[in-house]
């Protein structure tokens, strides 16, 4: 049976999906803010269900009422109450990508969002849509939206809860906790490990628009040392 309270976030998803297809400067701009509207749509649902859904404690409702107008509120709530779900899932990333969104919504038609970026917060949005409802997002057959970057992302966040489902207890800072874990595996997976983590870095923030070739390389990357865990 289907969670009727995901029915808004599908919806805001698909429309984002529908425009990304198209790919206009216009289509880009829409299917952008329909995205950060579907991530804050899937924050507030998903902290304001109740306890029998939820399985465990929640905000209060106090919380989730001073949190009404504040996006950057719901990630501290988010990350108060469920970090746990948000493994290969950056909040930092996606207070980035809704900054950015305010730049775009305010600017009218003189700005255009690059499609790189644009890719990546829709990978995103849809890792956090899966992660909160454990729900797999399914794209209408009829929309072929994938791409190499989005590839690229999907793999990553998969790595992320493969790494992390497999390491020790944490005593240390997260960089050394995950690079000395792959060291005992193979010590030639360290600096494979560190190209990636500059990689998808740079790809999230729009640092640099990659090649096909780079991600087609990236890709490979993950497969390898995602099979080596």
């Known amino acids: 049976m289907e969670k009727p309270w995901i ?57 989730l009422q001073d949190a009404e107008n504040s996006f950057p509120t719901f990630l501290d709530l988010l990350e108060k109450y469920d970090s746990e779900k948000l493994t290969g899932i950056s909040l930092e990333d996606i207070e980035w990508f809704h900054r950015l969104r305010n730049q775009l919504y305010h600017s009218g038609n003189g700005m255009t969002v690059e499609l790189s970026k644009l890719e990546t917060y829709y990978k995103i949005a849809l890792a956090l849509f899966e992660s909160l409802f454990d729900e797999k997002f399914i794209i209408d057959k009829k929309l072929t939206y994938t791409t190499n970057l989005g590839i690229f992302m999907d793999k990553w966040v998969k790595f992320e809860n493969n790494l992390r489902s497999k390491l020790p207890p944490k005593d240390d800072f997260a960089y050394y906790w995950k690079r000395d874990f792959l060291a005992k595996i193979d010590s030639d997976l360290i600096p494979l490990f560190n190209d990636l983590m500059d990689f998808r870095n740079k790809v999230v923030h729009g640092i640099f628009e990659p090649t096909e070739e780079q991600l087609l390389e990236m890709i490979k990357n993950i497969d390898y040392i995602n099979g080596k865990l």
Do not use: C, Q, W
């Open 7 to 63: 029915d808004g976030s599908k919806e805001l998803l698909f429309h984002a999906t529908e425009h990304l297809n198209n790919k206009s400067d216009f289509d880009k701009r829409i299917a952008f803010i329909s995205i950060d509207n579907a991530v804050e749509l899937i924050m507030k649902t998903y902290l304001s269900l109740p306890k029998r859904i939820r399985i465990k404690d929640g905000p209060t409702r106090k919380e």
